[in-house]
């Protein structure tokens, strides 16, 4: 075990699956000799060359589109989009060819590729570094969606996401990259996909959050405890394919639901989370389910504290859901 951030748990990942596999293959925007705008990928071109770690041009629809050839010709690509925020001019490829490969070829053709990309807010980046897109992805059939919240889940979730044979959105919360460590195996493990973990047992709410929102809500959660509200905390890991289970067994025990997410408001995944509860436990809920989020405003800069649902958001919900 070594004590590893997140930058440092994803870079042993990509490491370790490109040490086991030599058709994993890096590609993105400064990702070689510059290690990324984050410095993910350090070290990787020394070690794997040019040949397997390429720079690309400022273009996300190229990047994408050759991730998906490369793909369906045998390699195992795993793209960066340096933000999340940039990668709508690659959105075609995404959920117009990769997503549709094995439907429209009944199966003939897979298309293993990862895509990574730094999400969310918490750095000041404003409208264009800060934005949560998840939910439009989930929505495309076809791409699986992958958010870790820590070190550990981060390297056994990526190295899970390049094994698999369908293209994974992999979001990185880059407001924790340097602000959460633990220890990670420094061989080669996996993370199962569709797996939520209950991070905090309790009895009276359960409270569901994924990425750098997992500590606020685990913040919440200690505050209204000092009011004896009891909270149990799931950290979804993959937001989809969901692990809709443990979130219903959950709700079912608890008879309350609080669901987190820095995206807006509208048309969230905390809105299909409400609906996929309401529609198996609908009779066990004790009060109706409550999302905190983002605003329906463009991502602000000076007021960036007041955007993100941060524990001093979450902690009020809780209590008007656990008194209701």
Not at 241 to 262: A, F
């Amino acid at each position: 075990m070594t004590e590893m951030n997140l930058v440092q748990a994803i870079n042993s990942g990509l490491r370790d699956a490109m040490r086991q596999d030599e058709h994993v293959v890096l590609m993105g925007e400064d990702i070689g000799r510059l290690g990324g705008v984050f410095r993910v990928t350090q070290g990787l071109q020394e070690e794997f060359g040019a040949d397997r770690v390429l720079d690309t041009p400022l273009s996300e629809a190229g990047i994408l589109g050759a991730a998906i050839g490369m793909a369906l010709h045998g390699l195992r690509p795993v793209s960066e989009i340096q933000f999340a925020d940039f990668i709508y001019p690659g959105f075609d490829q995404l959920v117009n060819e990769a997503s549709k490969y094995r439907y429209r070829t009944a199966g003939a053709f897979e298309v293993p590729m990862v895509v990574r990309t730094p999400y969310g807010g918490g750095i000041r980046g404003g409208q264009y570094h800060s934005q949560s897109p998840e939910s439009l992805f989930i929505h495309t059939a076809g791409l699986k969606v992958v958010c870790p919240s820590n070190p550990y889940d981060a390297k056994g979730l990526l190295i899970q996401s390049i094994l698999d044979d369908d293209p994974v959105l992999f979001f990185e919360p880059k407001r924790v990259y340097r602000a959460v460590k633990m220890d990670v195996p420094e061989e080669p493990y996996t993370v199962p996909l569709s797996e939520a973990k209950v991070v905090r047992s309790g009895e009276q709410v359960t409270l569901l959050a994924w990425g750098a929102m997992l500590f606020e809500a685990l913040s919440a959660a200690e505050e209204v405890m000092k009011e004896g509200i009891d909270v149990e905390v799931i950290d979804l890991r993959t937001l989809w394919p969901l692990d809709i289970d443990t979130v219903v067994n959950s709700v079912k025990k608890t008879g309350r639901l609080v669901v987190v997410h820095e995206a807006p408001r509208t048309c969230g995944f905390g809105s299909e989370l409400v609906t996929l509860v309401t529609e198996r436990a609908f009779l066990h809920l004790e009060a109706p389910p409550v999302r905190v989020t983002g605003f329906d405003t463009p991502f602000p800069l000076t007021h960036e504290r007041e955007y993100l649902p941060l524990a001093h958001r979450i902690a009020p919900a809780l209590k008007k859901t656990a008194r209701y």
